[in-house]
């Protein structure tokens, strides 16, 4: 069983940043994506940004010129690095793995608050 640990996230002022983490336990064989999205009060789940194995990502227009995803395959980790921070940036982002095998798994981790101020 994968489980996900999320850390990084916090209080900042508009304009700055933070930085993301999230690790995966166990055993990831298989093509697989991971990412980050995000849900803030009263909002829809949305994708914030994901990569796969093979580097490959998919980045919400939103946060393209300003959020950065990277990941470490041999650690199972993947980071979100976040700059130019806005207030409609604060939201639950949560951390999302999905592992295609012979049937597709996914996990979540279970969130971590951001929140910045104007």
């Known amino acids: 069983q994968v489980q996900l640990v999320e850390s990084g996230g916090g209080l900042v002022q508009a304009g700055g940043s933070l930085r993301l983490s999230c690790a995966a336990s166990g055993s990831i064989l298989g093509f697989n994506v991971m990412g980050w999205y995000r849900q803030a009060p009263g909002k829809q789940r949305e994708l914030v940004a994901v990569?796969?194995?093979?580097?490959?990502?998919n980045i919400a227009d939103s946060v393209k010129d300003r959020f950065t995803i990277s990941r470490d395959n041999a650690k199972n980790t993947v980071h979100l690095q976040m700059n130019s921070l806005k207030p409609n940036d604060t939201a639950v982002y949560l951390c999302?793995?999905?592992?295609?095998?012979?049937?597709?798994?996914?996990?979540w981790g279970q969130g971590t608050q951001v929140t910045v101020s104007s």
């Open positions: 990569m796969n194995n093979v580097g490959s990502t």
């Open positions: 999302n793995l999905v592992v295609l095998r012979s049937s597709r798994y996914e996990y």
